[in-house]
């Protein structure tokens, strides 16, 4: 199946069925959304930019920002009680929409996050409004190739992914998930919960149809056995909604197994 068929036959696919993709498919796809984010800029008015960043600021009160928020307000109290720091490690950052839900909670001055995002004007919008924390431009191979002594503050007690690790290919999700958990005692990710729940029947590579609004493709992945695989355990799964009331997503929380 070349690009153009494989593209045209999802875009035509109206329902929210999963799909079952070769492995060189599940890379044409990949390569169509890194296209997609790389030069999104150079596609981009500079107001259209703009609003895609208040778009991400705007969402700031949102179920999907502020439970994730408090998750982790839960976590870092007792470990800011005992006068230490809470850190997180997060991978497709954007410009710190989970910084700024973290504002609005009392650990915020005691909570310090590493960000990896790929999107330059994120990145910019980050360093201008969150100076004391690190954010380094790099993409999900980038960050897998990073070289460990980059993350001083490790084991991080939290890594994030948000809408993240549902743009990766399985092979590449699993294999962050990995790094995350070679930095990371906790790991938290918001994304389809079907991702979380979903059985998969033995299925390697699966996805959700192309979706015109956002202009991309979705991977479903199979966090929990990932997780497993890696001795880290499922705490708990918990769905929340898209801002748009957009059903079918969810966090979902694991750690390290003692
Ligand atoms: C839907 S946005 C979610 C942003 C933010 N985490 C949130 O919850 O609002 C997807 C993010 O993933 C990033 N991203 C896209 N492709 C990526 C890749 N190959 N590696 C790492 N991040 C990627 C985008 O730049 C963007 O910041």
Known sequence: MDELTLLEHHAVTGSYDLYEISDD?????????????????????????????????????????????????????????????????????????????????NVYDHVQMVGIEPFGPFVKDFEKNFPTHTI?????????????????????????????????????????????????????????LANGMLDFGGAQNLIFPYSAETEQYYFAHNYPQYLSDLGFSKMDVIPVPRPEGIEGYGILRARRDK
């Open 136 to 192: 380094f431009q790099n993409d999900a191979e980038g960050f897998i190739a990073m070289n460990p002594a980059v993350f001083k503050s490790a084991p991080y007690a939290t890594f994030y992914a948000s809408v993240t690790l549902c743009m990766l290919p399985p092979r590449l999700a699993r294999a962050c998930v990995a790094k995350a958990a070679t930095l990371c005692d906790g790991i938290l990710i918001y994304d389809y």
């Open 25 to 105: 498919d599940c890379e044409t796809l990949f390569t169509h959304l890194k296209k997609f984010w790389i030069d999104r800029d150079a596609r981009m008015t500079p107001s259209a930019i703009d609003a895609l960043i208040d778009r991400y600021g705007a969402g700031r009160d949102a179920p999907y920002r502020t439970v994730p928020a408090s998750m982790i307000a839960d976590m870092a109290t007792p470990v800011i009680e005992e006068g230490r720091t809470y850190t997180i490690l997060e991978l497709g950052c954007a410009t710190g929409p989970l910084l700024q839900s973290l504002e609005q909670t």
